[in-house]
């Protein structure tokens, strides 16, 4: 209960605050953590759940349509955010149990496109390292 009312007050919480995602069962290592009352500084939220301030989505526009599938086009949404000066919080106040399908796919498929727009992201931001050289934190 109370899942989106507390993600607003942990938008608001924070000026640098563009994007908040919860604490869940099946995302990012960052959002994996035990429930608690943290706002913790995030490289990225998972797109399954979250939150932008109007301000971002008015500075950066959507997500990249490049990304199809389903991955990365939420690393790349927070990475394009940060660039503008916001940062990605998750907030352990929040549990949002994630029932995660991988959109009615062979696992083939899905590691084709993860592979596909893995390529893409670290193109399209050379500045950061592939995972499989360094991993992607803050």
Excluded at 37 to 46: G, H, N, P, Q, V
Excluded at 128 to 136: I, M
Aim: hydrophobic share 30%.
């Amino acid at each position: 209960p109370h899942w989106l009312s507390n993600m607003v007050m942990a938008i608001k919480s924070r000026d640098r605050a563009g994007i908040v995602g919860p604490v869940s069962n099946k995302a990012i290592t960052d959002q994996e953590l035990p429930k608690s009352d943290m706002l913790t500084e995030a490289r990225y939220i998972s797109g399954f759940c979250m939150m932008f301030k109007r301000e971002v989505h008015e500075q950066i526009g959507g997500f990249d349509e490049q990304f199809t599938g389903g991955c990365f086009e939420d690393r790349d949404y927070c990475e394009r955010a940060r660039a503008r000066g916001w940062a990605c919080y998750v907030y352990g106040g929040t549990h949002v149990h994630h029932f995660w399908r991988g959109f009615r796919r062979t696992r083939s498929d899905i590691d084709n496109k993860t592979r596909e727009n893995e390529s893409r992201f670290f193109a399209k931001h050379p500045e950061l390292k592939s995972p499989d050289k360094e991993a992607l934190r803050l």
